[in-house]
């Protein structure tokens, strides 16, 4: 099947066949024996699974793919960012981008389900030995796109996320502010429609913190693209009296120039 193909009707007929237990991409049916109360029900099959892109060879702090080995990168090693955590576990291609790009582009809601799934497995495997953070918060668009869109797709995706979190951790899941203390001020061009040179320059000064945050906060965002709008936002959010940032993402954007 070609992802990038997915017509109005192919969505909705997988919006329909999650009424039925059906894996979202291929509509196989599923065994929903649950292991335990604490198991969300699977949304998508073994066989999608493994044709996910998994950033598995990637620098061990900022989960930028297309290393060769499970060390840093050379950025990491001479400055690493500020974040303690960074957790990626696809790379942004195939069909983790094709169902990202539709719950940005397309009105595609219902694969907000299914991509947050992934990446609550991932963490709820990450943080089995560490403490979880106290709060979670997003990077927001600006709401003049957030208007345009219709909604703010990275607020979407950490609502469902928490909605999955609460099933395993019950009272210790992080909480999410009414309000994201962390606000987008300035409307900047998309990221990846820009040159890799001008998103390095884009200005720092497009996101502020206007209300407190917990010590110890994980920041979600859909896309790490260079890393420059989270480093940004965790330097905010560690001024704003973070004493611990994690980085949460769906995917991470393989870097074409190495
Ligand atoms: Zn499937
Ligand atoms: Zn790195």
Redesign the pocket.
């Known amino acids: 099947m070609d992802w990038m193909k997915l017509s109005t009707k192919k969505i909705k007929q997988v919006y329909y066949e999650l009424l039925f237990n059906r894996c979202y991409l291929c509509h196989a049916r599923m065994n929903h024996t649950k292991t335990s109360k604490h198991t969300p029900n699977l949304t998508l099959c073994q066989y999608c699974r493994e044709g996910l892109a998994k950033n598995t060879l990637?620098?061990?702090?900022?989960?930028?793919s297309d290393?060769t080995s499970h060390s840093?990168?050379?950025?990491?090693?001479v400055s690493?960012?500020p974040y303690q955590v960074c957790v990626a576990p696809f790379r942004f291609e195939g069909i983790v981008k094709t169902l990202i790009h539709n719950v940005k582009f397309h009105q595609g809601n219902h694969y907000v389900r299914p991509l947050t799934h992934l990446l609550s497995e991932h963490l709820v495997d990450i943080y089995a030995q560490d403490n979880w953070p106290e709060q979670l918060l997003y990077v927001p668009s600006h709401p003049s796109r957030i208007r345009e869109r219709g909604f703010c797709q990275t607020q979407a995706m950490t609502t469902q996320l928490i909605s999955i979190l609460q099933g395993y951790l019950k009272e210790a899941c992080p909480t999410r502010p009414t309000q994201n203390p962390l606000k987008k001020i300035k409307n900047t061009q998309a990221q990846h429609s820009l040159s890799r040179k001008d998103r390095l320059t884009t200005p720092q000064n497009s996101y502020t913190v206007q209300s407190p945050v917990a010590k110890h906060v994980a920041l979600f965002d859909d896309v790490m693209t260079t890393?420059s709008t989270i480093e940004t936002c965790t330097k905010l959010l560690i001024d704003a009296g973070a004493e611990r940032v994690d980085i949460w993402v769906i995917a991470r954007t393989p870097d074409k120039e190495h």
């Open positions: 990637c620098c061990q702090h900022c989960k930028r290393h840093l990168c050379g950025q990491c090693q690493p960012p890393g």
